[in-house]
């Protein structure tokens, strides 16, 4: 007749079972394991071969894992580019700078600034002569040598110039040229040249500026800013999108990203926006993670791995997932009964998460479970450690 598992006796009965050398079964070194009873010296939690740990009622944490790229935070950069086609002369800036909003970045040659520059000037002498012209009517009016309607032709003339002057600044200016700069010029200034200025402070995170190299008004050539904070845009499937969606509504979700350059960690960020468009490709929609990146490890184009959590609606009674094991069919995990000894109980599991499995049947909260290292009381590992090593 086949001997009845120790998971379907009671804990008394077992521990009042007396061996075949005459001690009570769980005392005995050789027999103790036919019980389910395993005996672990404080000594081997202490040195972190084995850890405790409680069952207890939790609102779990579920992930959700999205892959995703780093990014700048579009709110920390500026993109310096130019607004008239050009030869690169001369740059005054190296990556990693920092700099001072004003600075000189970049200098270009071109076309079409010494165009502007020439209307300008241009313009500026027109409206000297209106001036001076409109200056002397009310004179000659007065002589009766001028008449009404000319009075009226040099103001309307003055007014053309003073249109003509005050665009053809604003022209200089939306190409670069600080206004006092343009104000300035002269006839032996008109080089064409201008020289793009750093629109905040900052640190130059990207250069696309050589010297001699033609550039158009589309390319970027300087990217201005403060990097001591990254986005990582990842793609959601929509799956998922309901869980995020439904615990968003109670907070900023917390996530952590990972990048090959650092193996083995992870930075801690927060989901701070959800697109509410889909891709029709792709059917994912982009979620925004923020991630503080004080010391500038995290580069705008790493590939990374998002782990976002979704907290638990409902407190459940959990234990670290380490702790239940199997056997047989049959779930089982170790659990304190006193001093040095632990037996093995049938427990029925629920849902798993990565950290945490729910026990549905057989604990009722507050016991005291062997979490990390159970697998060597299972196995008779235990045995062979008990003389060795941190549990002398």
């Known amino acids: 007749m086949k001997k009845p598992s ?10 009042a079972a007396m061996c075949e050398h005459g001690k009570k079964t769980h005392e005995c070194d050789e027999c103790r394991y036919e ?6 010296p404080e000594s081997l939690f202490s040195c972190g071969l084995m850890k405790k740990a409680k069952a207890e009622r939790r609102r779990v944490e579920s ?5 995703g790229e780093v990014q700048f935070d579009e709110r920390r950069v500026a993109h310096v580019s130019t607004q008239a086609e050009g030869i690169v002369q001369r740059v005054h800036v190296t990556l990693g700078d920092s700099i001072r909003r004003g600075q000189p970045l970049v200098e270009l040659e071109s076309v079409g600034v010494g165009e502007a520059q020439g209307a300008y000037l241009e313009a500026q002498a027109s409206l000297g002569l209106a001036r001076r012209t409109f200056g002397r009517r009310p004179r000659l009016r007065k002589e009766l040598i001028s008449s009404e309607k000319e009075y009226l032709q040099a ?3 003055l007014d053309a110039a003073e249109i003509r002057a005050s665009g053809a600044l604003g022209k200089l200016t939306r190409l670069g040229m600080d206004a006092g700069s ?3 010029l002269s006839q032996q200034d008109v080089k064409g040249s201008i020289v793009l200025r750093a629109p905040s402070d900052g640190v130059i995170l990207a250069m696309h500026a050589v010297p001699g190299e033609v550039v158009k008004t589309e390319e970027s050539l300087i990217t201005l800013g403060d990097n001591s904070a990254v986005w990582v845009w990842a793609s959601l499937y929509e799956r998922d999108m309901a869980a995020v969606k439904r615990a968003q509504s109670g907070g900023r979700l917390s996530a952590n990203v990972a990048v090959k350059a650092y193996p083995g960690q992870e930075f801690p960020g927060t989901v701070d926006f959800v697109s509410p468009a889909m891709d029709e490709s792709s059917r994912t929609v982009k979620v925004r993670i923020e991630v503080a990146n004080p010391d500038g490890r995290l580069l705008a184009g790493m590939f990374a791995i998002v782990t976002v959590f979704i907290p638990g609606e409902d407190e459940e009674l959990v234990v670290p ?3 239940v094991l199997e056997d047989e069919g049959r779930s089982f995990l170790f659990l304190h009964h006193h001093g040095d000894y632990y037996i093995r109980r049938p427990v029925t599991p629920g849902r798993a998460w990565d950290l945490w499995i729910e026990v549905k049947q057989g604990l009722v909260g507050g016991e005291t479970v062997v979490a990390d290292g159970a697998f060597l ?16």
């Open 377 to 392: 009381m299972k196995s008779d590992v235990l045995r062979s450690k008990m003389g060795a090593g941190c549990a002398d």
């Open 321 to 323: 997932a380490g702790a």
């Open 63 to 67: 992930t959700i894992a999205l892959t």
């Open 6 to 15: 120790d998971l379907d006796q009671p804990v008394e009965t077992l521990f």
């Open 155 to 157: 103001k309307q003339e």
């Open 182 to 184: 343009v104000r300035a």
């Open 35 to 40: 019980t389910g009873i395993v005996r672990a």
